[in-house]
């Protein structure tokens, strides 16, 4: 739980460090651009565009710190908002342990937010970090499921694959970010699974493995992963129509 001696400070750390290699070849998938902007900037807009949010930290791939920066530097955000740039690692937990290694000693609450979330509406960003500050350890937003989901048995690509069991959908979600936690909290999960854990998928998967418990607030349609090529083509749709709206 919190350290109530210290002043509350929220800060956003963005994994940036991935290739992108689902959505095939081209530059790191953060730095790729979405209506004319790179997707890291939007991302990086949607954490500063939430009033509790005083510093983001962005980790950049292991060797575009410095693009990174420049990029940041070239881009119009919020001057109330502090920006630290830190290169990343191999893995999405990596990265996202190097972020938290980086943050000052007055942060109290950190959200994790995937760079490849670039459109997440800022009322989930505060819906989290509320729910955060009303004293939940971690907290997720996430969607209830269109799909009907099976367990299988992963066999080769192609060939078919056994079903082992169909969950009950009506209790499953999927998990978007920002995901917000207690510092204290996700830096424990991570110190416990750098060297030789389990790992997971997501952060609230490390503090789960800790013990600690989680909850879901609702998350946003809009809030979508980009991950395929395809995905691509629904965020241009979902920006175009903003910018319509906006008369911009
Ligand atoms: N070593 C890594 C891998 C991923 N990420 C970040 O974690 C987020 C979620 O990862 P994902 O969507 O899987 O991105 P990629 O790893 O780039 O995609 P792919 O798996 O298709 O290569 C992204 O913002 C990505 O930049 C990261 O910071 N460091
Ligand atoms: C953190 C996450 O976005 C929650 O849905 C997801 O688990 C990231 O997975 P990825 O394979 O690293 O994109």
């Known amino acids: 739980m919190s350290d109530q001696s210290r002043p509350y400070r929220t800060a956003a750390v963005i994994p940036a460090a991935g290739r992108g290699v689902r959505l095939g070849p081209g530059a790191p998938k953060a730095l790729r651009a979405l209506g004319g902007t790179p997707m890291l900037v939007h991302a990086v807009r949607a954490m500063a565009a939430s ?11 292991p060797d575009g710190a410095p693009e990174v920066r420049n990029l940041l530097d070239e881009h119009a955000l919020p001057e109330r908002t502090e920006f630290l740039v830190v290169p990343g690692g191999d893995t999405r937990q990596e990265s996202v342990k190097l972020g938290l290694d980086a943050l000052p000693a007055d942060v109290s609450a950190v959200l994790v937010h995937d760079a490849a979330r670039p459109l997440v509406p800022v009322d989930t960003v505060d819906a989290v970090v509320e729910a955060v500050r009303d004293g939940a350890p971690a907290v997720v937003p996430a969607l209830p499921l269109a799909d009907t989901v099976k367990e299988v048995e992963p066999g080769a690509p192609g060939e078919p694959e056994p ?38 998928t997501d952060d609230a998967g490390l503090v789960e ?17 980009v991950t395929r090529p395809l995905d691509l083509v629904l965020a241009e749709a979902v920006l175009a ?8």
């Open 51 to 61: 009033r509790h949010v005083s510093l983001v930290v962005v980790v950049a791939p």
């Open 163 to 200: 079903v082992l069991s169909t969950p009950v959908r009506s209790r499953l979600r999927a998990v978007q970010t920002p995901q917000g936690f207690d510092r204290d909290t996700l830096v424990r999960a991570h110190e416990r699974f750098a060297v030789g854990g389990e790992g997971a």
């Open 209 to 225: 493995q800790l013990g600690a418990p989680v909850v879901v607030v609702p998350g946003h349609e809009e809030a979508f992963k």
């Open 241 to 248: 129509r903003r910018r319509a709206n906006d008369g911009f």
